[in-house]
T-cell receptor, first 109, second 113 residues
């Protein structure tokens, strides 16, 4: 079983739409959670950390459900520039980051 | 000013050769990492150094040897390259160990023919 599982998508949405997707993680002792963004043929970049109480950063909202071991990301008012692969990332108690394979989002004009 | 840089960006080589990839960070971070991203796009940790000390050493063939001459540099040497080594190798750094906020280099796309 993979440590971090994501729906690969693609999610194909029009500009201005809301898109949301989840990931699940297998290690209940995982400490911290993040969303990274990776553009085609580029390096991953930190989008946001995910806090237990849920948090927002502009149009992006992240939620954590420890009981069910899932993390979600919601993007409101999608822009063309939001087209990317979103990586769900979990920091385990052995200081290693585990990455999901990514969810691809394509925003169309 | 690039925070985490890697050289070369592209590397095409034949099976059996030995090659090195270099990484440098100018963020003043203590911890550096090597990741491999294969064709299925999974990013997997290979090694991590904290202040020049090896702290993570995943199940990686011993043909791969990291070296950290100082905390701003982490190099990766690969002996006897195999077809399956073809991938994108990313270097990353973080302020200290155990951080999920990591800064990645642009990647080195290695193709073994």
């Amino acid at each position: 079983r993979k440590e971090v599982e994501q729906d690969p998508g693609p999610f194909n949405v029009p500009e201005g739409a809301t898109v949301a997707f989840n990931c699940t993680y297998s290690n209940s002792a995982s400490q911290s959670f993040f969303w990274y963004r990776q553009d085609c043929r580029k390096e991953p970049k930190l989008l946001m950390s995910v806090y237990s109480s849920g948090n927002e950063d502009g149009r992006f909202t992240a939620q954590l459900n420890r009981a069910s071991q899932y993390i979600s990301l919601l993007i409101r008012d999608s822009k063309l520039s939001d087209s990317a692969t979103y990586l769900c990332v979990v920091l385990d108690n052995d200081y290693k980051l585990s990455f999901g394979a990514g969810t691809t989002v394509t925003v169309r004009a | 000013d690039t925070a985490v840089s890697q050289t070369p960006k592209y590397l095409v080589t034949q099976m059996g050769n030995d090659k090195s990839i270099k990484c440098e960070q100018n963020l003043g971070h203590d911890t550096m990492y090597w990741y491999k991203q294969d064709s299925k796009k999974f990013l997997k940790i290979m090694f991590s150094y904290n202040n020049k000390e090896l702290i993570i050493n995943e199940t990686v063939p011993n043909r791969f040897s990291p070296k950290s001459p100082d905390k701003a540099h982490l190099n990766l040497h690969i002996n006897s390259l195999e077809l399956g080594d073809s991938a994108v190798y990313f270097c990353a750094s973080s302020r200290d160990r155990g951080r999920g906020e990591q800064y990645f280099g642009p990647g080195t796309r290695l193709t073994v023919t």
